[in-house]
Structure formats: C-alpha cells, structure tokens
C-alpha cells in the first residue's frame, strides 16, 4: 500500500474494530460515559444516582414525602497513552504477499490491545479484602469450590443471576477449569462469538495473558476476576493515525496513539481470586 493510498479515516476505523475484537479486560467493562478523550491527563465523568428506598405500602394511606435523589458523579483520568511507529522498505512493500501494511496495522492492534488488558487487570490491588478469594495449591479436583466461593460473595452483595458476570481467567488457571469440565455452552458457537470459553453458573468464562500475576513469600498468585460489567469502568480513544515517509528511507510509515484510563467503581461487584496453583494437578 502507497502512502498515497492511505485515508486515515479508513485505516482507523480498521485498527479500532480489530483492537476492540481483541481486548479482552477492556471488552467487558463499562465504557458509557460523557467527555471527549483528546490528550493524555483528560479527565471522563461517570455519573450516578443514590438507591432508591423501598418501604411497605398501606392499604388506603397517603404516601409520605417523596425521596429526593441527588446524582453524584466520579471522575476516570485518562493517564495511559500508548504509541506505535513503525515503517516498510519500499523493496519490502513491492514484493509483499500477502500486504505486508494491512498484516503490520493488525500486529498493532493486537499489542495495544494486549498493553490495555494488562493495565485493566493491573487493578487487582484496589479490590477489598473482604472481595478476595485466596486459594494456596488449587488443582482441578478444587477449582469448582472456588469458583462457587467468588460467585457467594457476588450473590451476598446482591448480584443476581440476571446480571452479566465475566469470569476472567488465566491460561494456567483456566486449564485447570477445563479440566474440570465444569463449563456449559463450550460447543455453542452463538456463546463462543464474544470470547469466551463457555459458562460457570452463569459467569461467562474468558482467557488471557493479561490477567495479572504475583510473588508472595515465594509463591505466584494468578490475579484472576469474577465481575459485572460495570464493575471496571474504562474509557478509550485511539487520537491519532497518521502515515508519513521518513525522511532518510525509501518506506511508508504510519504512526498511532492510544489513549485511556480505567477506574474501580463498584467494589461490590468484583472478586479477586488470588490463586496459587499446585505443582502437580489432581
């Protein structure tokens, strides 16, 4: 592809719906909010509102005064901006097969969205104590009780069965799920579409290398999630995509910037399964 070929417009929106298709953490959080994203330090609102009262109504009695509910709202900075740069050798460009360009712009969306998932499940720290799940040793003979102790906790804070749930997983650990055949719909391709990898008592299961990982007197926990949708927010702008010829080559070269931010806003609704896994499964 010739530089003279390129319509930013076009090859953006092609980068965006392919790093969309490949963010994992990113895909499901909550991503509705106002403000225009334009540089790095922008700061998105998130709005919200007080719960509503519930009270027991009385056959043939006036109501007393209406609640009066007040919106409040938070605020997400966008603090990550990430950049890729990079150029084709004309020679390398008249030889290509398939289009060396197209195979480059999908290697960039495929590693901002790797860097986007790794910042999202880069929050593990922020999740209460009281929302954490530990498990030393875990095999396929005890995954299932874990899985079933983050989705108690979920239902203790009235996250119903209705609500969109997502199970995020790391390879490791997610091998240890799969072996312990406890999925449904792993052979629905309509389930499958999105990402995941099947069902848990409603908790829609997902793989990545993105989800977080750490050292604890000598021993790694895999960070993994059970959350709602909402329970992340994340907020996202690809700014920039620009093609250039680099000054002292004979190449095209196109340059991009993502920028985003995300921010824990309901705690309630995220465990974090803090899981070391035993050396030899059983």
């Not at 719906?17 to 106002?34: D, P």
């Not at 008249?94 to 999908?106: I, R």
């Not at 396929?140 to 874990?146: C, R």
């Not at 650990?173 to 999925?183: D, E, F, G, Q, S």
Request: aromatic fraction near 8%; proline fraction near 3%.
């Amino acid at each position: 592809m010739a530089i003279t070929n390129f319509i930013p417009a076009v090859w953006s929106e092609t980068l965006w719906r392919q790093l969309q298709r490949r963010c994992i953490g990113a895909a499901n959080s909550w991503r509705a909010f106002e403000g225009d994203i334009k540089s790095r330090g922008d700061r998105v609102k998130i709005n919200g509102i007080e719960p509503v009262n519930i009270f027991d109504y009385q056959r043939n009695s006036d109501f007393s005064a209406p609640q009066e509910l007040s919106g409040n709202s938070r605020e997400l900075l966008i603090d990550q901006a990430k950049a890729f740069n990079f150029q084709i050798d004309d020679i390398d460009a008249a030889q290509q097969h398939p289009k060396l360009m197209e195979l480059a712009m999908d290697e960039a969306a495929r590693a901002l969205a790797a860097t986007a998932d790794d910042y999202i499940f880069g929050i593990w720290p922020s999740v209460g104590a009281g929302m954490t799940v530990t498990a030393d040793g875990v095999t396929t003979s005890s995954v299932t009780d874990i899985l079933l102790s983050a989705r108690e906790k979920l239902s203790a804070n009235n996250v119903s069965s209705r609500e969109e749930i997502f199970l995020e997983l790391s390879p490791a650990v997610a091998t240890r799920v799969l072996k312990a055949k406890i999925l449904t719909g792993t052979d629905n391709v309509d389930a499958l579409d999105d990402g995941s990898i099947g069902s848990f008592l409603g908790m829609k299961v997902f793989v990545s290398t993105g989800v977080a990982s750490a050292e604890s007197a000598g021993k790694l926990y895999h960070k993994c999630f059970a959350r709602t949708r909402r329970a992340i927010a994340f907020a996202s702008q690809l700014a920039s995509v620009e093609a250039y010829r680099p000054e002292k080559r004979f190449a095209d070269a196109v340059k991009g910037l993502h920028l985003y931010g995300a921010k824990l806003v309901f705690p309630g609704e995220i465990v974090l399964l803090n899981l070391n896994l035993a050396a030899t499964d059983a």
